[in-house]
T-cell receptor, first 112, second 113 residues
Framework: KAGVTQTPRYLIKTRGQQVTLSCSPISGHRSVSWYQQTPGQGLQFLFEYFSETQRNKGNFPGRFSGRQFSNSRSEMNVSTLELGDSALYLC???????????FGQGTRLTVV | DQQVKQNSPSLSVQEGRISILNCDYTNSMFDYFLWYKKYPAEGPTFLISISSIKDKNEDGRFTVFLNKSAKHLSLHIVPSQPGDSAVYFCAAEGNFGNEKLTFGTGTRLTIIP
């Protein structure tokens, strides 16, 4: 059974640009959550999607958005990138809720 | 407002000895707790969990203890092995009507051969 796949693995963008990250969950999983990991901050919850609907949202500015498609694949978009957006972005999928979610390897975003 | 805290950023333990990782939380509405392990360049992997109706859960070398009155949980690894060297995150979930995990900042465990 394939795990959670995130693409791309690494990304370098310039301030002011926008970026789209992709996440393919484990087959059959309908819940997809996104997290931002930065040194000293742990994993900060961005949002969670279930059956194409955003169920929950963390405390991030509106520049961070996402969506989920009918096949449960999810994308996350960050507009007007700032240097502080440099982080590892992790996607996690689960059958329904977030308990015991399975994580992808993450996308390392560097904003220069 | 860090609702889940791991106050030790790092911990070094001799191989074969017990590793004890600690986690404190502030929100009494949390009712499910998890530990994740993370190697560099990989996503976190689920290790073990505990519901608030229990005070102990064991899985092989890993045991999680929950002290609800102190709002404290700990992960014990016995015996510690070199492959256990990783960053460990504790996470909490509550019945808030939303679905999200609140993570601690992580503890880097190094097992010394």
């Amino acid at each position: 059974k394939a795990g959670v796949t995130q693409t791309p693995r690494y990304l370098i963008k310039t301030r002011g640009q926008q970026v789209t990250l992709s996440c393919s969950p484990i087959s059959g999983h309908r819940s997809v959550s996104w997290y931002q990991q930065t040194p000293g901050q742990g994993l900060q919850f961005l949002f969670e999607y279930f059956s194409e609907t955003q169920r929950n949202k963390g405390n991030f500015p509106g520049r961070f958005s996402g969506r989920q498609f009918s096949n449960s694949r999810s994308e996350m978009n960050v507009s007007t990138l700032e240097l502080g957006d440099s982080a590892l972005y992790l996607c996690a999928s689960s059958l329904q809720g977030v308990t015991e979610a399975f994580f992808g390897q993450g996308t390392r975003l560097t904003v220069v | 407002d860090q609702q889940v805290k791991q106050n030790s950023p790092s911990l070094s333990v001799q191989e074969g000895r017990i590793s004890i990782l600690n986690c404190d939380y502030t929100n009494s509405m949390f009712d499910y707790f998890l530990w994740y392990k993370k190697y560099p360049a990989e996503g976190p992997t689920f290790l073990i969990s505990i519901s608030s109706i229990k005070d102990k859960n064991e899985d092989g070398r890993f045991t999680v203890f929950l002290n609800k009155s102190a709002k404290h949980l700990s992960l014990h690894i016995v015996p510690s092995q070199p492959g256990d060297s990783a960053v460990y995150f504790c996470a909490a979930e509550g019945n808030f009507g939303n679905e999200k995990l609140t993570f601690g900042t992580g503890t880097r465990l190094t097992i010394i051969p």
